[in-house]
């Protein structure tokens, strides 16, 4: 069983930057795989960014390569979203999620556990 924790949302204004924290608990984070995803309200959950310590890869979704970047510290088992150039279109509330497998698959079907979320609103 795998616990985590999102922090780090918040208010940021359009142009600015906020990285959001996922602690996981659990003394296998290195093998498993993490994802960020977000929804915004009326929309699917859209998943933003994925990696994969053990396959040593990374995926990010079109809407945010080159803006968004994820990494993670594993003696702190925790994974960051460092997210740049944020636009009010990125207004959503944002998950983390984890997974045994560390074949990147990227679909929110395929990560067993997931964070509470955590809401980042961008003002124009």
């Known amino acids: 069983q795998v616990q985590l924790v999102e922090s780090g949302g918040g208010l940021a204004q359009a142009g600015g930057s906020l990285r959001l924290s996922c602690a996981a608990s659990?003394?296998?984070?290195?093998?498993?795989?993490m994802g960020w995803f977000r929804q915004a309200p009326g929309k699917e959950p859209e998943v933003l960014a994925a990696?994969?310590?053990?396959?040593?890869?990374?995926y990010y979704a079109d809407s945010v390569k080159g803006r968004f970047t994820i990494s993670g510290d594993n003696a702190k088992s925790t994974v960051y979203l460092q997210m740049n150039s944020l636009t009010p279109a990125d207004t959503a509330v944002y998950y983390c999620?984890?997974?045994?497998?560390?074949?990147?698959?990227?679909?929110?079907?395929?990560?067993?556990?997931w964070g509470q979320g955590t809401q980042v609103t961008v003002s124009s």
């Open positions: 999620a984890a997974d045994r497998s560390p074949w990147m698959v990227v679909a929110s079907e395929r990560f067993d556990y």
């Open positions: 659990g003394r296998t984070f290195s093998s498993y795989r």
């Open positions: 990696i994969s310590w053990r396959r040593g890869s990374t």
